[in-house]
Each structure stands twice: as C-alpha cells, then as structure tokens.
C-alpha cells in the first residue's frame, strides 16, 4: 500500500504536467483580459459552510464529502467545491467594500468521494470564476461568452451550450407545488435518491440520469413554465444579449444543475463524441447564496471546469499540445581536473537564464553525449584537460552541426547572444 496511491487520484508526471500548464497559461490570459482577479482558498474549511452553501439535499454533501473532526473537535471538509469557499473569502475580507462587482477565479484541488471513471476523480482539479455585486444579465452573458471563449481558444469542437432559467425562490416555490402534483402518483416508481428529493428539492428529479426517472417526467412541468414576470424577463435578456455577441445556444428546460444554490440563469456546455459524461463545465447564478452563508444580499454568478476532463476532451478531439522547447545547453567533461571548472560555468549559464545541465553519474564522453540527447539541448559545451589549459571550450550548435572553441571567460555572453539572435 505504500507504494501505491489511493483509489481516485493520480500521478501527473513531467510529460502530463506541461499540458496541465499550457491549460493553466491559457486559462490565466484570458481571465487577465476579462478582468478576473486570482483567489487561493484553504483546501479544508469548515463542513458547516458546504452544508449551508452547496445544500444538503446535494449528492455532495450526503454522500461525497470527505470530513474529518480535528483535534479541537471541530468538523472540518476537504473543498468539495470552490463557489462556496469563494462566497466566504468575499464575506471574511469584507470585499463588498470595493468597488463592485468583485471578479474572481480559482483554480486548485477539490475532493469528492465519487466513483472513479474517465476524468472523474476523488481528487480533481477545478477552474472557477465568480462574479459578485450585480445582477445584469449583461454579466451573466460575459460569463457564459468567456467559458466558450476560453473553449475556443484552446481548441475544442463539437460544443453544445445548454442554457435554462430556474428562476428565484418565489417562482421555484410554485413549480415546487405543480410538480410534486404531476409526480404523486409516481414516487414509487423513481430511483431511491429521487424518491428522497420529492420532498426536499423535487427539481433536482429533473435532472435524474435513471431512464426509469427519465420516463416518469416526461411532460412534467419545467421551470420555464413557472418564472415570475421578472425571472422571466431576466432569462429573454440573456438570451438577448447571447444572439447579439454571436453565442449559440439550446435552451434546455429539463436543464437544473446539481447544487441547490442556483438561482436564475443555470448553464452547461456539452462535448459531443466523447462518451457518457460529456458535460466539460457550467455553472450558473446563485443570488441568495452569499446571504444563506452569512452575508448580505449580494447576487453572485460563476461557473467551473474540471482540468482533467477539458484535457481529456483535447486528448479525444486530437488537438496538440505545444511541444516542450529545447533545452539550452548540456555540458560534457573528459577527466576528473573539469569537475570543478564545469559546475562554475553551469552555474553561471543558469544565472544568465539558460537551462543548462551536466552529468552526475561519471560518464565516458560518449555515453555523456548520449544522455545529452535525452535533453534535445540546442548546444553541447566539451570541457577537457586540453581545453582548460587552452582556456576555451568546444560549443558545439547541434541543429547546425558545427564546432568552434570559444574562450571559457566569453563563453556564456556567447551563448546568451546567440539565443537573442536566433
């Protein structure tokens, strides 16, 4: 076992890891250009705050947290989740002081007690943004219109945005009553959770993956039927304001999301071909959140992405990741007297910036320009006892092919140019 990671987490080696920071590059451009400030939250908080934030009739909060009681026997959570950590930095730091609204994105581990499958894992990785301070459905279009930019930017095809209005507590309410009617005489017939949910949160009913509860809604009434006149008129500016920035879209009734936080506008972004799980990312807007965990009347809108599965997708959809560069320089040395003059040269290429790199293991020449390959290094330095006593080293260009000894205290300002000139 001590050699062997837990069930549902991963290893992400040298080659994975470049992707993973292309992915985090790209992410962190765009979020610069939309106006988004970087926040890093605890990865443990207190179970309380998802049990008000992310709801307790979730799966999440009933059956995938991972909690624990500290030695002051406080209960304590591993981040399910990053809106509800988000929504208690901006009510600690008193953020509501600044000028609103408060843009916000995340990005780090969260932790779920799920079973694994493709690109879902006990421990993921999530990207989120969070919009605090206003309620225009100008904001909510901005949102929506980055997570596809950001989707575009890296690549991805075959997207289907799925967009719905669940409206606000008062009109939920109401399609709370007509839809616990329509399902009465149907409860023994849904899957265990939903015949839970009926009471608790009978939406959520809509959003079942069980073809049993699938079939037993059919028709049911959705809440776009049930919007108050001004839940109504926010969702036709959405929409609005989504055909004027060009973003197509599929109004999806059935459409919930699983978090009972939403308020308003819920949407999600399907990749087609890529299995069963194809939601990559969505998100939506959650107006009484920041009051239901202990601030003021503050609306609020985001939405995530797992960077496991958006890698995933780019892996299926054959979109390349850009390759490793080069590396600078590698350093060989014939006898014993090079030792000391070559990691002072090492270090001084490094110092002027370039990745340099030498052998460790005692080496013949050969095998040291061997195990240079590895490092696809633009030039190989040869230092012997004949070229310290010279004072110069052999720089060999290997795209080039050729070879010229350059005087050992010129050496790196040679290097350096050359780089700048290329």
Not at 389 to 411: F, H, I, K
């Amino acid at each position: 076992m001590l050699t062997t990671k837990p069930r549902g987490t991963n290893d992400f080696l040298a080659d994975t890891v470049r992707k993973w920071q292309y992915l985090e590059e790209v992410i962190r451009k765009v979020c610069r250009e939309y106006g988004y400030g970087e926040i890093r939250t605890p990865i443990f908080e207190h179970t309380e705050l998802f049990q008000r934030g992310v709801g307790d009739t979730t799966d999440i909060v009933e059956k995938e947290m991972y909690t624990f009681t500290d030695r002051g026997d406080r209960s304590l959570t591993l981040r399910p989740e990053g809106t509800a950590s988000a929504v208690r930095a901006f009510i600690e730091n008193k953020l509501s002081t600044q000028a609103q609204p408060t843009k916000l994105y995340y990005i780090g581990p969260m932790f779920r007690y799920d079973r694994p499958q493709a690109g879902r894992y006990r421990q993921f990785h999530q990207f989120g943004v969070e919009v605090f301070g206003s309620n225009d459905p100008a904001v909510d279009a901005e949102v929506i219109t980055m997570l596809m930019d950001l989707y575009g930017r890296l690549g991805l095809k075959d997207l289907e945005l799925h967009i719905n209005s669940v409206g606000c507590p008062k009109c939920r309410e109401e399609h709370r009553k007509v839809l616990q009617e329509f399902l009465g005489d149907k409860v023994s017939g849904l899957c265990k959770n939903c015949q839970g949910r009926f009471e608790r949160n009978p939406m959520r009913i809509l959003d079942c993956k069980n073809e049993a509860c699938q079939g037993l809604t059919k028709g049911a009434p959705t809440t776009g039927q049930c919007l108050c006149p001004e839940c109504d008129e926010h969702f036709a500016k959405v929409k609005d304001y989504l055909d004027l920035l060009g973003i197509e879209y599929k109004v999806n009734d059935r459409l919930v999301r699983g978090l009972d936080y939403y308020t308003n506008t819920a949407f999600e972004v399907m990749a087609r071909g890529i299995g069963a799980q194809s939601s990559i990312g969505g998100g939506g807007r959650y107006n009484g959140l920041i009051e239901q965990v202990g601030g003021g009347p503050v609306p609020g809108i985001g939405w995530a992405m797992g960077l496991e599965r958006a890698i995933l997708t780019m892996e299926q959809q054959g979109i390349k990741f850009p390759e490793e560069p080069p590396f600078d320089v590698f350093i060989a040395t014939i006898g014993e007297e090079a030792a000391g003059p070559e990691l002072v040269l090492l270090t001084k290429l490094r110092k002027a910036g370039l990745a340099a790199e030498k052998d460790y293991l005692g080496r013949s020449l050969k095998a040291q320009m061997k195990y240079a390959g590895k490092f696809n290094a633009k030039f190989t330095l040869i230092m012997g006892g004949d070229e310290l006593q010279r004072g110069v080293v052999v720089v060999r260009d290997m795209a080039a092919g050729t070879q010229e000894e350059v005087a050992l205290d010129r050496v790196v300002d040679t290097l350096v140019a050359s780089f700048i000139n290329r």
